[in-house]
């Protein structure tokens, strides 16, 4: 009886702090089911073992920090049929794309004792910025359903169904009153993709970002509401790096505040 191949998974690291890889492991129980359907080949974070591509599907986690990133991201992208980057640093730059307001170089001599060996680049950036991405997962970390789904629709050769709205519906789902309307609490769900089941908003505490900007935010009335509300122009603009600073709209918006 001829033997079916499965369809090769690898998982690879970049600049990150591993809590995307970790979901993946989190899922226990489905993932037995995904390794059913699928041959994890190339996983440090899991296994030692390594199967030689190419690779029929990469996640990537991490964003690209060094000239040695550079290059490896293209290797990477050779050896993958289909490319997913997974979690805010490979969608979006990561916490560390903090660095790309300010001077690295500063930085680097002023934490390092001999900065003369330190190889990094000025700027912390997604992995779209230097390859072609098939479909990005946001998320810090990434809710591991959704990864299922996005490997269930890799299986079976659809799109992803993941949402494409706003953290406030999560919270109207959830029958969570609004903490900026009943308490004036700053709070990014308006702009922020879904993804996280609104978790701060339902211990009152003010949406983080976490899952990055949502299709089509509105950064301009979210600013001007807090402007009313009180907000400086400075806290507006820290408000929007954090996880996701290197987003487009997260970065755009937080540069007309920057004085």
């Known amino acids: ?13 970049f ?5 995307c890889q970790l979901s993946l492991l989190d899922c226990e129980d489905e993932l037995l089911s995904v390794a059913g359907e699928i041959e994890i080949a190339h996983f440090p974070e899991a296994t030692r073992q390594v199967i030689k591509g190419p690779y029929d599907l990469s996640l990537v986690e991490g964003s690209i920090t060094t000239p ?7 290797e990477v992208r050779r050896v993958s049929k289909t490319l997913i980057t997974i979690g805010a ?5 990561g916490v560390q794309a903090l660095r790309n307001f300010k001077d690295v170089k500063e930085f680097v001599s002023i934490v390092y004792a001999n900065p003369a060996y330190i190889d990094t680049l000025n700027h912390s950036t997604p992995i779209a910025e230097h390859v072609a991405v098939d479909f990005e997962l946001r998320g810090c970390p990434i809710n591991k359903m959704q990864l299922l789904e996005v490997i269930s629709a890799f299986l079976a050769n659809r799109k992803p169904n993941t949402p494409a709205h706003s953290t406030c519906i999560e919270c109207k789902r959830r029958g969570t ?10 709070c990014l769900g308006p702009v922020t993709h879904a993804g996280c089941g609104a978790i701060c908003p339902s211990y009152q505490r003010g949406c983080y970002g976490c899952f990055g900007p949502m299709e089509t935010p509105n950064t301009l009335s979210m600013s001007e509401g807090w402007k009313t509300s009180g907000a400086s122009e400075d806290e507006i603009a820290r408000v929007f790096r954090t996880f996701n600073a290197w987003a487009e709209p997260f970065r755009k918006e937080s540069e007309t505040h920057d004085k």
């Open 1 to 13: 009886m001829t033997k079916i191949e499965k369809p090769k998974l690898a998982v690879w690291k």
């Open 68 to 74: 040695e990133d550079a290059k490896r991201i293209q």
């Open 89 to 93: 640093c490979a969608t979006a730059g």
């Open 177 to 186: 009153v609004c903490v900026m309307v009943a308490g004036g609490t700053p």
């Open 15 to 19: 600049a990150s702090c591993d809590g």
